[in-house]
């Protein structure tokens, strides 16, 4: 959105965007720096993380080591760095940290800092399994049907294969596909937390769906995952599947607090059947896809809290774009690092 001299109306605003818990994520930091530079604001990108050997910190104009999410201190540190680098505006990005930031809400607002975040309970059924199985089931959603660990073991005519996986798991850590009655008695107690389920095949997509300020579902992009490593997609292609689409919208508009980005994942199934499988209220690891084929989810966000109401085509992103990444790397010179910052490599 432009005016009629043709310069957007944020021209010179200011605003900081924090982003917690950066990791690798250094292609999410460049499309929020870029997206603040093709708006004009006057801005710039501060990065958290608990390692100051994070890769997406050194990509960032400024950065603080925080401690763990789980540390009784983490959100009054978060808050704490959004104070000494007037930012306000943050982008929560492991699944880890969702609950207790969107459970502090009202702790960032009180201070002007917006949390571009779900609410309490979209992040508490999305942290486990079973909750958002239950969401799927109450919702009307097709989802792969659960089945009692320990009647599974005593059932002498269950059929295999079946997953399991831990109800708090992520990036598939955990995850098993169990063959035989063998597999399920050794994983079933090695996997902490486990739950079981049917065993579904077909095509595996991710959803990139955004929702705006207002809880309105805006742009939903599938993205077809060609291969995986460390449970993230190494490579994808977007697929204009109206079905899958409008599936998107229906699961998101279901979610009792949903807000900003947020990923979920299904399966179609060589029956042309629908399965979904989780819900993650956060940009997902293979999101940059979505941003080359014209799904500007860091500009929008932006605009919404600067005022604004962009207007966002429904479809209006490319199809069949593939995303083949490989691995990349960034240097620092760590006595330089040390000198700047007081701080040791851990």
């Not at 969702?98 to 571009?116: K, N, T």
């Not at 109450?138 to 599974?152: F, K, V």
């Amino acid at each position: 959105m432009t005016n009629v001299e043709g310069t957007s109306p944020y021209h010179g605003r200011q605003l900081t965007v924090l982003l917690t818990s950066v990791g690798r994520r250094v292609s999410l930091l460049r499309h929020f720096r870029e997206a603040l530079r093709d708006l004009g604001v006057r801005g710039r990108v501060v990065a958290l993380d608990l390692k100051e050997s994070a890769p997406a910190l050194y990509e960032a104009d400024a950065f603080e080591l925080v401690p763990r999410v789980d540390a009784p201190d983490y959100v009054a540190r978060v808050i704490d760095a959004c104070q000494r680098h007037n930012a306000t505006f943050v982008v929560p990005l492991i699944d880890t940290e969702l609950r207790v930031l969107s459970e502090s809400h009202a702790l960032f607002r009180a201070q002007g800092i917006e949390l571009c975040l779900s609410g309490p309970k979209t992040t508490a059924l999305s942290a486990d399994k079973r909750l958002t199985a239950d969401f799927f089931e109450s919702a009307g959603i097709p989802t792969p049907r659960l089945l009692d660990i320990e009647e599974s073991l005593g059932d002498p005519s269950l059929s295999f294969p079946l997953f399991l996986k831990p109800a708090d798991g992520s990036c598939s850590q955990g995850a098993h596909l169990i063959r035989s009655r063998s597999d399920l008695e050794y994983f079933s107690h090695s996997v902490k937390n486990a739950m079981l389920q049917e065993h579904v095949t077909g095509n595996e997509y991710t959803l990139d769906v955004l929702v705006d300020f207002q809880g309105r579902v805006r742009q939903v992009v599938p993205r077809l995952r060609l291969e995986t490593r460390a449970g993230e997609v190494s490579k994808g292609v977007t697929v204009k599947d109206y079905e899958i689409m409008a599936a998107g919208r229906r699961v998101a508009e279901a979610l009792p607090d949903a807000r900003g980005c947020i990923t979920i994942q299904c399966f179609k199934t060589p029956s042309g059947e629908l399965k979904f499988i989780e819900i993650n209220p956060r940009f997902g690891g293979g999101y940059p896809l979505s941003w080359a084929a014209g799904a500007q989810f860091p500009r929008w966000l932006i605009e919404w809290h600067l005022g604004g109401d962009p207007e966002i085509a429904w479809d209006g992103w490319k199809e069949d774009l593939a995303m083949l990444r490989y691995d990349d790397a960034v240097y620092v010179d760590w006595t330089e690092q040390r000198k700047k910052e007081g701080r040791v490599l851990p």
